[in-house]
């Protein structure tokens, strides 16, 4: 082979990402430069003036987004954990039907959270299932209503309920995905050398899970910080989320400035959360 | 320290029958050997005398105590994997220690067991490394070292050296052996390598098809076979078979096998009696036989002829391919001799070596 | 033989417990959909009486009147971009995954952890100003638009899942290839390709329903050309409450039958991509 051709050689695999490489560096770097040109230059010079809006204007409910955006995520996230590591050991163990169960307990992952919203509206609605059964069983006399501005504590129970159901399985799939490649060897040695099952999990299961429980945690709280549908569609705008407010904005209210700033926020809360969990969850060694 | 008993053992997996029937006493301090072919049932036994497994069918005893359906905590039981499953997250010295940490044994006493089981087994400068900082010889001692600081009654391997290389292969069979001789555990070691059973252990139990074929020292195992499998698994290179027609005379027993006849003594005829005119497999180890030039007397022998069909030349020994006109029989010659592709060669059956079984039963006769 | 009896109960109610956990999981996941898609035909009267709490009598008219809304042509749009989605984000993709499964060479590692990353970052963010590049490009409003945003979300995927499918298709194979008379691309197309087809295609559903589910970029790109997601999100709302249910129903339809056709790769794809 001439050397020319050799040297051409090397640059192949760098030629094959290139397209896709300048892509992304084009449709996310531009955007976030615009961003940040659109918050802090509104008509080319610098100003302060959407950030102001957000704490200042009759219009903002930044305040409220912001905390309810947290109220949700620290509501949420460690109850499906806890969900999705049981869920986890479950299906590692072997049963008939396991597969088909499998099956199902995914298919949350396939809707969108419009959809979900929308199925547990059918759930929650003063007519809908749950309001009915209970009800018909004499439990209760009068609907519970879950919607509506004077509810507001009760949309918010229906979102947290539509979130567990619809996002437990993200981090259940990717624990059971690190469940499942730690080897039976390991717990049965554990096993021989006299660890009862609480012991086996403990020293054992839990240690080397803890890579795919930091990418489930990244993961699933990066997605917590952007929900949007699912609170659009059952509370409107009675609990204002950040996502949702830079929807408002933008769309309603035409403030571009203004939503690029809560774009902004949702992703500098981002960086700092993954950096926050990477360092909390420094996994020493690596599956060999 | 305590001797097993395994009575009538069958252990299936859905319609595969793994263990069909094993019944094996293994003496107090006993290394012992299970030895057989992928699938004949020998780790799945390991494993039900370990507690990870429980039989179908059947007891499993320590000592007096039934343990059949222990739990593996309870047994007092040791493990070595044929993966090591060396925990990755911990030190080697918290794998070693970890048995003993779960028996709740002092903080000081675990430190003097683990260094005392490190030293054993020549890593106590490696203590407070992570497994994967370890080349595998290592992690196999760790493995045995985790094994033994429990002082267990019953220590299992499972083909620990099958994921080592050759030559340190043949380092640690000897290392386990002596290791093994110096504490005095009941040892259950599963191999598929008969050189390494034939090594190591006081007792091998040869086993195919999820039952026991045989169980003897090894002297036993590979002077006295007691069935064809035995014969034809132990001992490289392989038996040789032929099949031979018994002819019962009044001064001999000939046995015909086409190629060549090979005559017997009229006192083996107690054995052969009932089989006059019926065909038998006759087996004869390649070093048990010599070329006619090679040997001082003739005596106890019987000479086929045949031309040489192919060499090998290991250096140690020649191993010569005969074809006898429908067979081709493998002589194992000691030491380096050369011989011509094509040549006539005859060769000599030491007939004190011969073994003959029975077609049918393949179980030997003689 | 007493413990006999101790561990066989212990092991039964092992087994109950098993079974419980899994049944009561599945039902909770299934029973919503169930639900939902019995209140999508639910017939009006019944949906109003209060003693009837599943539907005896069931219409099509809701999702009848969700399309003439407007939905079907929603639904074409978010078929368009969809699959100008896959098609963009597998021409741009497929090669990057390729280039990551066979080829070694400085910067790997550090690349592909940036792409990976990319996955992570809150796509919503380039939303808003792709409003204002969008006007100025003349592709406000357009599905074209919608998808190149999708495919900047996808394209991460796509790599990453390509990249495993096509490392796990053996390097021998295509060297057999090349020995035995074939280029570097002809055994690509010919070896490679065919066996990964499989796993492509399931990767391809999976961009789709990526695409199809996909809300807010959406509905703050379009206000006629709006896809299914961001339809439903405005026009639907105020809607009465069947349409609501018709809503659901349609957008679940389609992740429900593709999931159900690419199942077997859904879980072990899944559980690479996130990690």
């Not at chain 1, 396939?110 to 547990?120: K, N, P, R």
């Not at chain 2, 290991?314 to 010569?320: A, E, R, Y």
């Amino acid at each position: 082979m001439s050397k020319s051709r050799r040297d051409f050689e090397r640059y192949i695999p760098y030629l094959l990402i290139l397209p896709a490489l300048s892509y992304l560096i084009f449709f996310i770097g531009y955007p976030l430069i615009q961003a940040l040109y659109l918050a802090l230059f509104p008509d080319g010079r610098f100003s302060m003036e959407n950030i102001d809006y957000l704490f200042t204007s009759p219009f903002s409910r930044f305040e409220e987004a912001f905390a309810n955006t947290i109220l949700l995520v620290i509501t949420i996230i460690p109850i499906q954990v806890a969900i999705a590591i049981g869920l986890a050991m479950l299906f590692n163990m072997k049963f008939p039907g396991r597969n088909t169960a499998l099956y199902m307990v995914v298919l949350p992952l396939t809707i969108s959270d419009v959809a979900a919203g929308l199925i547990w509206y059918s759930l929650l609605s003063s007519n809908g299932f749950f309001n009915k059964l209970l009800i018909n069983l004499g439990l209760i006399s009068e609907p519970i209503q879950f919607f509506g501005y004077q509810f507001r504590h009760m949309e918010f129970l229906a979102i947290v309920l539509t979130e567990l159901w619809r996002a437990t399985a993200i981090v259940f799939v990717i624990l059971f995905a690190g469940l499942q490649m730690i080897s039976r060897e390991y717990i049965e040695a554990a096993e021989v050398f006299g660890a009862t099952v609480w012991q086996r999990i403990r020293y054992i299961v839990f240690p080397m899970l803890k890579p795919s429980l930091q990418a489930a945690l990244i993961i699933r709280t990066l997605f917590a910080f952007q929900i949007f549908g699912v609170v659009w569609i059952l509370a409107g705008r009675d609990i204002p989320v950040l996502a949702g407010e830079a929807y408002y904005e933008q769309v309603e209210l035409k403030h571009t400035g203004v939503a690029a700033i809560y774009a902004l926020i949702i992703a500098l809360i981002s960086i700092v959360i993954g950096y926050i969990y990477i360092k909390l969850f420094k996994a020493k060694y690596l599956e060999v | 320290m305590v001797d097993v008993h395994l009575k009538n053992i069958v252990k299936k997996f859905g319609k595969t029958i793994a263990v069909n029937g094993i019944n094996l006493d293994i003496n107090d301090g006993e290394f012992i050997v299970l030895l057989g072919p992928s699938g004949c049932g020998k780790t799945t036994t390991l494993r039900v005398i370990a507690g990870l497994e429980k039989p179908d069918e059947g007891h499993v005893f320590f000592g007096d105590r039934e343990v059949t359906y222990l739990p593996p905590r309870e047994r007092n039981v040791s493990m070595v994997f044929q993966s090591y499953a060396i925990w990755p997250h911990m030190t080697v010295y918290d794998n070693i220690a970890f048995p003993l940490k779960i028996k709740k044994v002092p903080r000081e006493e675990i430190d003097k067991k683990v260094k005392w089981a490190a030293e054993l087994l020549q890593i106590s400068e490696l203590l407070n490394r992570y497994p994967h900082q370890l080349s595998g010889g290592q992690r196999q001692r760790v493995a045995v070292a985790r094994a033994i600081v429990v002082e267990p009654d019953v220590l299992l391997m499972d083909e620990p050296l099958s994921n080592l290389d050759a030559l340190l292969r043949v380092k640690m069979r000897s290392e386990l052996k002596k290791l093994q001789r110096r504490i005095k555990v009941t040892t259950i070691y599963v191999t598929h390598d008969q050189v390494e059973a034939m090594t190591m252990g006081d007792r091998i139990a040869v086993m195919n098809a999820g039952k026991i074929m045989q169980v003897g020292t090894s002297e036993e195992i590979y002077l006295k076979p007691s069935n064809l499998f035995v014969a034809g698994f132990v001992g490289s290179p392989q038996m040789n078979f032929f099949e031979a027609t018994v002819r019962i005379n009044d001064s001999n027993i000939i046995l015909d096998a086409g190629d060549f006849t090979i005559t017997l003594e009229k006192e083996y005829a107690k054995f052969l009696k009932n089989y006059d005119e019926k065909t038998v497999i006759v087996g004869i180890r390649p070093e048990h036989m010599y070329p006619l030039d090679l040997i001082a007397s003739k005596k106890g022998t019987s000479e086929i002829e045949g031309t040489v069909d192919f060499v090998e030349a290991l250096g140690s020994d020649t191993i010569v391919h005969v074809n006898t006109r429908n067979m081709i029989m493998v002589v194992k010659i000691s030491g380096s001799h050369r011989y011509k592709i094509g040549s006539k060669i005859k060769v000599a059956l030491d007939l004190r070596q011969l073994h003959v079984f029975d077609k049918s039963t393949e179980k030997a006769i003689i | 033989m007493e413990m006999n009896d101790m561990s066989i109960v212990k092991y039964y109610l092992v087994k109950i417990l098993i079974a419980g956990g899994a049944t009561i999981a599945v039902l909770w996941i299934l029973t919503p959909f169930i639900i939902a898609i019995l209140y999508a035909f639910t017939n009006p009267a019944d949906y109003y009486s209060p003693n009837i709490v599943l539907p005896l009598r069931y219409t099509f008219e809701h999702v009848q009147k969700l399309l003439a809304l407007g939905a079907t042509k929603a639904i074409f749009n978010s078929v368009a971009v969809a699959l100008m989605t896959i098609g963009l984000s597998f021409i741009l993709g497929l090669p990057a995954g390729y280039a990551f499964a066979r080829y070694i060479f400085p910067g790997k590692d550090s690349l592909k952890l940036f792409i990976v990353s990319l996955r992570m970052f809150p796509i919503m963010v380039i939303a808003v100003p792709l409003v204002t590049l969008y006007i100025r490009l003349g592709l406000s409003d357009t599905l074209l638009g919608v998808a190149l945003a999708h495919t900047a979300m996808s394209l991460p995927f796509v790599i990453v899942i390509t990249s495993s499918i096509f490392a796990g298709v053996p390097k021998e194979l295509e060297e057999a290839a090349l020995i035995f008379g074939l280029d570097r691309k002809g055994a690509f197309l010919r070896i490679t390709m065919p066996l990964a087809l499989p796993g492509l295609a399931a990767a391809a559903i999976f961009t789709f329903i990526m695409s199809w589910n996909e809300v807010f970029i959406a509905s703050v790109l379009t206000l006629t050309n709006r896809t299914l997601p961001a339809f439903i999100l405005t026009s639907a709302m105020a809607a009465t409450d069947f349409i609501k249910f018709a809503a659901g129903f349609i957008m679940i339809l389609p992740a429900m039958i593709f999931v159900f056709i690419a199942r077997r790769y859904l879980i072990t794809m899944w559980g690479i991509t996130l990690r």
